[in-house]
């Protein structure tokens, strides 16, 4: 993969950052496993396009935001400027690394039912189906009303997804 760099978020990108999470969620909340999360408060790691050009200001063109629990690293939000450019997976491997390096055995993170073509790309990068939160995107809409009652390719959005990539084993 080339034409970017993944690092921490600083400062700097925090407008690029925000601009991309309003862009896929509506604004800096999002609602998984019915805990909502503000996404400008959790470490979020970044792809910041390459600096051809010798200049400090490198366009952001991804962003990772996670949370490390007890039960692992939890990826709470991952955003590409541009679907299908290696930036997903850039950041993916980059969280997994993360958490590697913190000793902890899992990456996990929650989809919802109708995001056919997320379960496409973590499956695709080794991410297992571990479990199904039935109602979840129900509930979560008493505490954000605008998620839709009918998402991607009209599948009605009921139920959560659960996936994992174990760090501690081997497939």
Do not use: C
Request: glycine share 12%.
């Amino acid at each position: 993969m080339g034409g970017f760099e993944v690092r921490a978020a600083r400062a700097a990108d925090r407008a690029a950052v925000d601009a991309l999470h309003e862009r896929e969620w509506g604004g800096p909340y999002v609602i998984a496993h019915d805990t909502r999360y503000d996404l400008r408060t959790l470490p979020t790691l970044v792809a910041v396009a390459d600096d051809r050009a010798g200049t400090a200001d490198r366009a952001v063109v991804g962003a990772l935001a996670y949370r490390v629990g007890a039960d692992g690293l939890e990826v709470v939000s991952l955003v590409a400027a541009t679907p299908g450019g290696g930036v997903g997976t850039a950041l993916l491997e980059a969280a997994t690394t993360t958490a590697g390096e913190a000793g902890l055995a899992r990456v996990w993170l929650i989809t919802s039912n109708d995001n056919l073509r997320a379960l496409r790309f973590y499956q695709r990068r080794g991410l297992r189906l571990v479990g199904v939160d039935r109602g979840a995107v129900d509930r979560a809409r008493r505490l954000k009303p605008e998620i839709p009652l009918v998402g991607e390719d009209g599948i009605p959005l009921h139920d959560e997804l659960v996936l994992e990539l174990r760090t501690d084993v081997d497939g």
